[in-house]
């Protein structure tokens, strides 16, 4: 059971290039979170999905997209990499049930240059 | 909307020493309030949580206390130790558990 695995772990990206970020669960949860997080800024949110099929934006969706064909996998795709997407990004889950916790994942660094 | 704040880092002790990292929360409704612990090059785990007023969560000797009067959740820990040093980030969740907000994180360092 590894719960909410992240791949890749690392990138450097030149500007303009696109990249997919991989987030794979086994945990069966509805519920799942992309966020980023900068230095000294918290984590914040940048799409979320409530199931197969469905999915919103967070607090920072713009030049990102996203998808969610099965309850395990939550691509995050980025189109034209700049250098403000520069951060750490993590995937999380959570079952929905009210009061649960998230499970995040290792992170990916990301460099956009 | 809501919104989490917690105290400007980094925070730096010694060994043996008492912590507190204060937060404070504004939310409507009845949120519950987290503590999550990053160390370095991993994820986000949780630390403790409490789901209503007055409830205290505990964990690996930390404290926090859901105080609705204060909106405060404020991090305890009656002696740090040097594997205690990470980001400590104070959270909330809605009413129905699925949207989180985080605070900005407060880096703590223990010195031997």
């Known amino acids: 059971n590894a719960g909410v695995t992240q791949t890749p772990k690392f990138r450097i990206l030149k500007i303009g290039q696109s990249m997919t970020l991989q987030c794979t669960q086994d945990?069966?949860?509805?519920?799942m979170y992309w966020y980023r997080q900068d230095p000294g800024m918290g984590l914040k949110l940048i799409y979320y999905?409530?199931?197969?099929?469905?999915?919103d934006k967070g607090e920072v969706p713009n030049g990102y997209n996203v998808s969610r064909s099965t309850t395990e996998d939550f691509p995050l795709r980025l189109e034209l990499a700049a250098p403000s997407q520069t951060s750490v990004y993590f995937c999380?889950?959570?079952?929905?049930?009210?009061?649960?916790?998230?499970?995040f994942g290792s992170g990916t660094q990301l460099s956009v240059l | 909307g809501d919104s989490v704040t917690q105290m400007e880092g980094p925070v730096t002790l010694s060994e043996e020493a008492f912590l507190t990292i204060n937060c404070t929360y504004t939310?409507?409704?009845?949120?519950?309030l987290f503590w999550y612990v990053q160390y370095p090059g991993e994820g986000l785990q949780l630390l403790l949580k409490?789901?209503?007023?007055?409830d205290k969560g505990s964990n690996k000797g930390f404290e926090a206390t859901y105080r609705k009067e204060t909106t405060s959740f404020h991090l305890e820990k009656g002696s740090v130790q040097v594997s205690d040093s990470a980001v400590y980030f104070c959270?909330?969740?809605?009413?129905?558990?699925?949207?989180?907000?985080f605070g900005p994180g407060t880096r703590l360092s223990v010195l031997p």
């Open positions: 409490a789901t209503k007023a007055d």
């Open positions: 945990m069966n949860h509805n519920y």
């Open positions: 999905s409530v199931g197969a099929g469905i999915t």
């Open positions: 959270a909330l969740s809605d009413n129905y558990g699925q949207n989180f907000v």
């Open positions: 939310a409507t409704g009845y949120p519950s």
């Open positions: 999380a889950i959570n079952s929905g049930r009210g009061n649960e916790k998230l499970f």
